[in-house]
T-cell receptor, first 113, second 114 residues
Framework: GAGVSQSPSNKVTEKGKDVELRCDPI?????LYWYRQSLGQGLEFLIY????????KSGLPSDRFSAERTGGSVSTLTIQRTQQEDSAVYLC???????????FGPGTRLTVT | AQSVAQPEDQVNVAEGNPLTVKCTYS??????LFWYVQYPNRGLQFLLK??????LVKGSYGFEAEFNKSQTSFHLKKPSALVSDSALYFC????????????FGKGTRLSVIA
C-alpha cells in the first residue's frame, strides 16, 4: 500500500520568507509526527498529533514553527520568517494504534539562503 | 527523560564478516526500542523493534538485535555483512505510554567494504 508521502521533496527559500511543508500519512494511521534531521544534530522531535487530542508541541524550536492536521489526515508544517539555521531535512512519520513502529516519509530538504 | 547513545559515529567491516552497531538507552519504565536504517537521500526504514518477550529480536534484511536489560543496551547485529548494508543506522527509544515520539541516537554510519 501507499506509504507516507511528503511534498515538496526539495525547497529552497530566501531568509525571511515563509514555507509550508506537507505530509500525507498512511491511511488509517491516527498518530502523525514531525522530526527534523540536521547535520550534526541527529533527529529531533518537533510536534506530534494523536487522533483528536491537542498536539504535543514541546519539540518546536521557536514560535516561528507551527503545524496543523486537518481532518485527522494531512498535516502542514509552517515555518515563518525562515532563518538559515532552519535548513534541514524535515521528516514526517505516522503510526497505527495497532503497531508500535513509526513509518517515515522521504522527507523535505529545506535550504534557506 | 529518555535518551539514546550510539557511541560509534562510524563502523567499518569487511563483507562477509559479522557486524555490530552499538546502542545504549535510558528510559523510565519498560523501554520500547527500535532500529531504523537510512539510505542516501531516503527516509528512515524500520528494521526491528523490542517491546517485550525474547531478548533476541529478528528483523528485516537478516538483522537482529539483542536486548540486555542489565546493561541497558540494544545492539544491532548481522552474522554476515553485505556491501548493500552500507547506510546510516539509528537506534530509538520511547516509553510504554502508547504512541509517543521517538528519541533517536545520533546515528552510526556503517561501511561494508568488499
Amino acid at each position: 500500500g501507499a506509504g507516507v508521502s511528503q511534498s515538496p521533496s526539495n525547497k529552497v527559500t530566501e531568509k525571511g520568507k515563509d514555507v509550508e511543508l506537507r505530509c500525507d500519512p498512511i491511511s488509517g494511521h491516527t498518530a502523525l509526527y514531525w522530526y527534523r534531521q540536521s547535520l550534526g544534530q541527529g533527529l529531533e522531535f518537533l510536534i506530534y498529533f494523536q487522533g483528536n487530542s491537542a498536539p504535543d508541541k514541546s519539540g518546536l524550536p521557536s514560535d516561528r514553527f507551527s503545524a496543523e492536521r486537518t481532518g485527522g489526515s494531512v498535516s502542514t508544517l509552517t515555518i515563518q520568517r525562515t532563518q538559515q539555521e532552519d535548513s534541514a531535512v524535515y521528516l514526517c512519520a505516522s503510526s497505527s494504534i495497532y503497531r508500535d513502529e513509526q513509518y517515515f516519509g522521504p522527507g523535505t530538504r529545506l535550504t534557506v539562503t | 527523560a529518555q535518551s539514546v547513545a550510539q557511541p560509534e559515529d562510524q563502523v567499518n567491516v569487511a563483507e562477509g564478516n559479522p557486524l555490530t552497531v552499538k546502542c545504549t538507552y535510558s528510559v523510565s519504565g519498560n523501554p520500547y526500542l527500535f532500529w531504523y536504517v537510512q539510505y542516501p537521500n531516503r527516509g528512515l526504514q524500520f528494521l526491528l523493534k523490542y517491546i517485550t518477550g525474547d531478548n533476541l529480536v529478528k528483523g528485516s534484511y537478516g538483522f537482529e538485535a539483542e536486548f540486555n536489560k542489565s546493561q541497558t543496551s540494544f545492539h544491532l547485529k548481522k552474522p554476515s555483512a553485505l556491501v548493500s548494508d552500507s547506510a546510516l543506522y539509528f537506534c530509538a527509544v520511547r516509553d510504554n505510554r502508547g504512541n509517543t515520539p521517538l528519541v533517536f541516537g545520533k546515528g552510526t554510519r556503517l561501511s561494508v567494504i568488499a
